[in-house]
């Protein structure tokens, strides 16, 4: 059974940073691809950032450059670094794993606001 739990979230002013994390149980998270999304009140959910296998990375066009994601073998954890937050990065964020087709998991979300 795949669980993925978030943590890192919180409130804090604009320029400010944040770092989630993302554990993972029941499957490695080096073996598959991972991604954080966001989900900003009264919007779709969006990507931020995936991070594949074989370790490429990409970054939605808001957050390149402000935000890193990175994920550690030894404690099977995704984290998401967010620099330079500003009120548009507000949101829950979650941290999705996909395994095949078929099998795709999501967390529970972690909240982030940012103040202006």
């Known amino acids: 059974q795949v669980q993925l739990v978030e943590s890192g979230g919180g409130l804090v002013q604009a320029g400010g940073s944040l770092r989630l994390s993302c554990a993972a149980s029941?499957?490695?998270?080096?073996?598959?691809?991972m991604a954080w999304y966001r989900q900003a009140p009264g919007k779709e959910r969006e990507l931020v950032a995936g991070?594949?296998?074989?370790?490429?990375?990409k970054y939605a066009d808001s957050v390149r450059g402000r935000f890193t994601i990175s994920r550690t073998n030894a404690v099977n954890t995704v984290y998401l670094q967010m620099n330079s937050l500003n009120v548009e990065d507000t949101g829950v964020y979650y941290c999705?794993?996909?395994?095949?087709?078929?099998?795709?998991?999501w967390g529970q979300g972690t909240q982030v606001t940012v103040s202006s």
């Open positions: 999705k794993m996909v395994i095949d087709p078929a099998r795709t998991y």
């Open positions: 991070i594949y296998a074989g370790g490429t990375t």
């Open positions: 029941g499957s490695r998270s080096l073996l598959n691809h």
